[in-house]
């Protein structure tokens, strides 16, 4: 897999995140990220339970504004969502419940990209093929299993063919082999189109094996502990992949040194 | 059979359907009444037996006089409820989107939803004249609140990932409301516009009771308040039995839309 | 006719009951429709001397019937109107079933007396009762309970309360069923107090001629119900918006009771205003009937 | 500051707080009042300024006639609610879990709730007499349907989860319905509560101008009555500026409950 | 870790399942499954994405009636869910959004156990301490991060102390120390209690490191495609470890052969 283009697509400066409630305001979650995400690259997020993944990444998406710093998209200071940043939510409930899984992709290619009725069926029939949901096409969401609704929100978000995929835990409820199946997806179509992707997920490997860079969080209030450069470590079998994949877990360790205390399991074997 | 057990389902072994065992306690209803009136030896001055209230209706509707009458209340109702739908739907919206739409709902709910619509009969006879448009307005004015109240409600409990996805999707605030705010608190606005329907009904009967605006198309309040000048039981209770079973049609018709859409949908258990 | 002097529109607005009867007959025989074929006649129905009275002040009526005490008010509050005619003159009854009830000192304070409106004659009647009997206009205030005729019917029936002063067709229908005459509303004031038929001073002024055919029309129509109760009755039991289900035979003994006559001629302005002004429910008295009255019945009334 | 930006969050650097911009609009609500009766040249009788309201309301609040009516109504209006919210929540709670229940509310709602109280006074009457008791009567009849209806929309559309997990802990039927629907639902529950409120006013003022207990203890319908009775605009429209205060009284004490509980909860956005 | 006793407390006679809506059915979910659970042990079920394990165990925990067949539970056919099968579900909304999370266990133990408060809140803080949420003991759940949402699920299913721990992808949601940890406090308790678990999961791993017996689904219509025995691998490094594994994978990957396009990507390193 290539190098992405050197061109930042996505920059935090400073950034801090809490949340409001009415008039009160929560603890800081997030304080002083800077980063910056180039253009075409796979940009993964890992980090305890509960430090601010979901936080940073609806940051990145608009969903939440910032308490001090500033998030830019393109050089842009981002305001609000908008569908050049399709996002895959971490809980389950992000299908319209009153419309089939079909419908529901249909109706985001209509309303965002003004597709004829019939274009946006194929498109949406191709999209669900690949994750394989096609066979739940008519059924209602509450029809699905976890996993399914999973995968149809993320077909969803690849029809919209946006700028920045932001995924958050997309293959959580995925089995081995269907989590397996669909990182190859991703991979084929960030190579077919050269989409950003931010992907939040609790799986070292993962972050390793899709991921140019890691971002490792640390427990809250979060701060980056470390930017880890990944691009090289493709192959499963390298040193290189190994390496990372210690680091990070000996990163994530150390926010966690207290959790442990008992014997101490291999993480890279048991997840 | 795999039922899902949420209800009782050992002792659903065997049911009547639905429409037999609503006749089934509608008859023993009409047998307590009718042994109620024989019995009781009440004035049958004060209180029709249902074979009195069956003869004054056949009576009437033979002569012309009921359907004319029904027609004329289900006119005003119609007509009036169209226009509160609407108006409750837009105030809802409004509220939705602009701080300025919420204070004016809140303000006018507060205000006005309290208010009688016999106590503004005649400041509306002033503005609409001796007509319909008088009562039309005051069903309108009936109708509107809990419309308004009941979507408000809807579109405020509207799960956040919904929210979230379509402002990822970016939607216009029309393409929002039409397309997913509607449907999504379409449980709360049904039962808005089931009561509503009973409202109006109230109104338009109320109104047409107190106030005796005819000319010469009386509707079915006048109707009753006529049998009731006249001292004719029968024809009194031939009147709201008539109002009764429209209820059960228009009660009818309500399940059946709740089954095509928020029933089909997972969002509502079934009946 | 002359349609010249006329109005584009002209709504009558009227009470439904037995003094509809010459309103019925006026609007079926379309007299006023052929005389004035440019002007679009409205006919509508209200079921109280409010309603009749705010149908006037926001000019969605013109010519109006109600009894003497809610005219009065208007007028008291400075309404322009005027009385065109009387419709007719009405004895009501105060009735009881219990036979303990003979006269008003026989009422306790929870012995509920109704009548159909706070406003109505049969309020004024009996504050004015209660002034003559028992000393003190409102000693039987607490008593009064406003309730529709059909209502109060229903009520005294059962008993939820102990007398009732309406009128016709009820009166009739409580003595057949058990009921007995406390008190005779001609005994208090005399046989006075009308229904009345009212227009605006200032429309009068502007359609003098129309306003004196119409006025023609009602006196014409009126005596042919005093004289015709067979085909009164009829209409009545064909009107259903004003008469409402009953039968001829019943209209036709209502009619022929001596209790409701058709009279042209207002009377009891002067003694209604003058009692009515003693107990606070208005401000000021007519000089003369005269001050009430336009000149198709001027000086005719009291 | 992290604002979630669910609505226009741009828009929201400077607010008044929320009573000014109510009262603010009650203020050009008022003057546009006072305008249109000063200007329009619509007669006094028939509507009354806002400056003769306000003496007509000192006057008869000194006289101590306004202050007794309001009592009187209040306390039909409390009696009646509080029986009218029992009967509602048993009969959506017997909805719930017996199929008899269910079909013996389907029944009742649609056969009675269309039936104006108005219309089923003169039996009320016979069965309670010429007391208080009637008008209590049609309250309860009046606010038992939004209740109910309003409940047991909210109980059916309560999440599977949720239900599944009551079952889990074993739950007797009183149980749930206390302590899992009763919440669950809250949202609608409030909404029919509201609702029946508003529609309650209407029934104790339309009853108490219907059927006006008159005598030392008339209400506040039977306040408007008379004053209508007696042509006095003034009185009529302090009557009604009673009834809408009374009104936003008790809209801010459903918002003060919404707040401390489905908001702070999460099942309700913040007004 | 020892053997669990040699006794059977779930049995499953050639159940089949399948979901009802209204009276249409759904085809066939789960087809002639057997199986036979042994007091004290770890029963793991996995299988390919929406294949039927939510369902299955559902059936278990008596949410679902068998459409043929029977589940019994200790000898007795499962009629209804109850505490002893305490339940963990796979989507984020089973803490009762309306207690604090503290409150959630409370609740559950005071319902379950009659625990005193100040006993139940003792053994609440203890669960939520064991599973790293106690500081986020007092927050609303709607406040909490998903991973936060599962573990204090887990911490209420635990607290309980039940007989059978039914668990659908409880750690799904969690990264990968989180999980580890939450693993190993699963094993302590397990040992400490004799609990019998039945977990899903879509982890090989997982399943042959924490199960005694691992139900491998076939794609859907779901039957049973081999129970395996892995009580003898549970130390990671042991050549049976790895044999077990590697026999899982193939099962799966065999269901799932058309899904198959590209590279195979070691299954027991990126996931
Ligand atoms: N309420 C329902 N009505 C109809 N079909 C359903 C329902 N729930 C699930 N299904 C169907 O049952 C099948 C199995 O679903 P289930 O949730 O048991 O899968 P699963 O193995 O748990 O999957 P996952 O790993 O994705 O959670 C799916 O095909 C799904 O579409
Ligand atoms: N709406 C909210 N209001 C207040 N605090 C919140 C809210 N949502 C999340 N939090 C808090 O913010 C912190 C971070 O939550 P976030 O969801 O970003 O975690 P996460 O890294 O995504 O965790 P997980 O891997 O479990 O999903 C948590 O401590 C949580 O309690
Ligand atoms: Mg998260
Ligand atoms: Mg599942």
Same mark, same amino acid.
């Given at each position: 897999m290539g190098q992405p283009d050197k061109e930042p697509i996505v920059q935090l400066s400073h950034v801090s995140l809490a949340y409001q409630h009415g008039h009160a305001q929560s603890a800081?979650?997030?304080?002083?990220v800077t980063l910056s995400i180039q253009r075409g690259e796979k940009f993964m997020i890992i980090g305890?339970?509960?430090?601010g993944k979901t936080t940073l990444i609806k940051a990145i998406g608009g969903f939440l504004k910032a308490r001090q710093g500033e998030v830019t998209v393109n050089g842009v200071p981002v305001k609000k969502p908008g569908p050049d940043r399709a996002f895959v939510f971490q809980?389950?409930?992000?299908?319209?419940?009153?419309?089939t899984v079909l419908d529901n992709i249909v109706y985001a290619l209509q309303v965002t990209?003004? #597709?004829?009725r019939r274009q946006a069926i194929d498109k949406a029939s191709f999209y669900l093929e690949l994750v394989d949901v096609a066979a739940a096409a008519?059924?209602?969401?509450?029809?699905?299993s976890g996993g399914m609704k999973q995968r149809a929100a993320l077909a969803r978000a690849l029809a919209l063919e946006p700028d920045i995929l932001l995924m958050d835990e997309?293959?959580?409820?995925?089995d081995a082999i269907t989590r397996n199946q669909l990182q190859l997806e991703l991979n084929t179509i960030w190579r077919r189109t050269g989409v950003t992707i931010v992907l939040v997920t609790h799986s070292i490997q993962e972050a390793v094996f899709l991921g140019h860079h890691v971002l490792v969080l640390s427990s809250?209030?979060?701060?980056?502990l470390e930017i880890v450069d990944?691009?090289?470590?493709?192959? #499963?079998?390298?040193p290189a992949f190994t390496a990372h994949s210690l680091h990070l877990q000996s990163l994530l360790v150390r926010q966690d040194k207290d959790l442990i205390r008992e014997q101490v399991v291999p993480l890279s074997i048991v997840q | 059979m795999s039922v899902p057990l949420f209800r009782t389902a050992e002792k659903r072994t065997f049911t009547f359907p639905g429409w037999l065992r609503y006749i089934l306690i509608g008859a023993i209803f009409l047998i307590a009444w009718q042994l109620y009136v024989s019995l009781s030896g009440v004035s049958q001055l004060l209180i029709a037996s249902p074979l009195a209230t069956l003869q004054a209706l056949i009576a009437d509707f033979a002569n012309g006089q009921l359907p004319s009458a029904i027609l004329v209340s289900l006119q005003n109702l119609a007509i009036g409820m169209g226009i509160g739908i609407v108006t409750g739907l837009i105030l809802a919206s409004l509220s939705t989107f602009s701080r300025f739409g919420r204070d004016l709902l809140t303000v006018l709910t507060a205000v006005?939803?309290?208010?009688p619509g016999i106590a503004i009969l005649p400041l509306t006879m002033l503005w609409? =004249?001796?007509?319909?448009s008088a009562i039309i307005f005051v069903v309108v004015f009936g109708s509107v609140w809990p419309i308004s109240a009941n979507t408000d409600t809807g579109f405020r409990t509207i799960g956040t990932t919904t929210r979230m996805v379509a402002l990822n999707l970016g939607l216009t605030r029309l393409q929002t409301v039409r397309d997913i705010f509607l449907p999504a608190a379409l449980p709360h606005i049904l039962s808005g516009l089931r009561l509503a329907w009973a409202f109006g009904w109230r109104t338009v009967v109320g109104a047409e009771i107190v106030? =005796?605006?005819? =000319?010469?198309n009386g509707g079915l309040g006048w109707y009753i308040n006529n049998a009731r000048y006249f001292l004719n039981p029968p024809a009194i209770f031939a009147g709201l039995v008539v109002i009764s079973l429209l209820g059960v049609l228009l009660d009818t018709l309500f399940q059946f839309i709740e089954q095509q859409t928020i029933v089909k949908w997972g969002m509502k258990q079934a009946q | 006719g002359s349609s010249s002097n006329a109005p584009t529109s002209f709504t009558i607005v009227y009470q439904p009951g037995l003094g509809a009867a010459t309103f019925i007959i006026l609007k079926n025989q379309k007299t006023l429709e052929k005389q004035f074929p440019d002007t679009k006649i409205q006919w509508d129905i209200v079921n109280s001397g409010s309603a009749v009275r705010e149908a006037v002040i926001s000019n969605q009526g013109q010519l109006g019937t109600l009894g003497v005490p809610p005219f009065l008010v208007g007028w008291d509050r400075g309404m322009d109107w005027r009385v065109l005619l009387a419709t007719s003159r009405s004895d009501s009854w105060l009735i009881a079933?219990?036979?303990? +009830?003979?006269? $008003?000192?026989? +009422?306790?304070?929870?012995?509920k007396i109704g009548v159909?409106?706070?406003?109505?004659q049969q309020a004024i009647v009996l504050r004015k009762a209660a002034q003559q009997? $028992?000393?003190?206009?409102?000693? $039987?205030d607490r008593n009064l309970v406003a309730i529709g005729s059909a209502d109060g019917e229903q009520a005294l029936l059962s008993g939820q309360i102990a007398a009732q002063l309406s009128g016709s067709p009820f009166q009739q229908r409580e003595i057949a069923a058990g009921g007995h005459v406390v008190l005779h509303t001609k005994d208090v004031f005399g046989p006075v107090g009308a229904g009345l038929t009212v227009l605006s001073q200032s429309f009068y002024n502007q359609y003098p001629s129309f306003s004196k055919t119409v006025y023609q029309d009602l006196v014409n129509e009126s005596t042919y119900v005093a004289n015709h109760h067979t085909e009164a009755a009829q209409a009545l039991a064909a009107d259903?918006?004003?008469?409402?289900?009953?039968s001829v035979a019943q209209f036709k003994s209502l009619l022929d009771d001596t209790s409701l006559v058709f009279e042209k001629t207002p009377s009891g302005l002067v003694a209604y205003a003058t009692f009515m002004k003693s107990i606070g429910l208005i401000s000021k008295v007519p000089g003369s009937a005269n001050d009430l009255e336009l000149p198709t019945v001027s000086g005719t009334g009291n």
């Open positions: 800081t979650i997030l304080e002083d305890p339970s509960g430090c809980d389950f409930e992000q299908l319209f419940a009153w419309r990209k003004h #597709l004829p008519d059924k209602y969401p509450h029809m699905l997309p293959f959580g409820a995925l809250s209030p979060a701060r980056v990944t691009s090289q470590a493709e192959d #499963l079998d390298s | 006005f939803s309290p208010l609409f =004249g001796l007509s319909s106030f =005796g605006v005819a =000319g010469s | 079933i219990n036979p303990r +009830f003979k006269t $008003l000192k026989d +009422f306790g304070p929870n012995d159909v409106a706070p406003d109505a009997q $028992l000393g003190n206009a409102h000693a $039987l259903k918006a004003s008469g409402g289900g009953g």
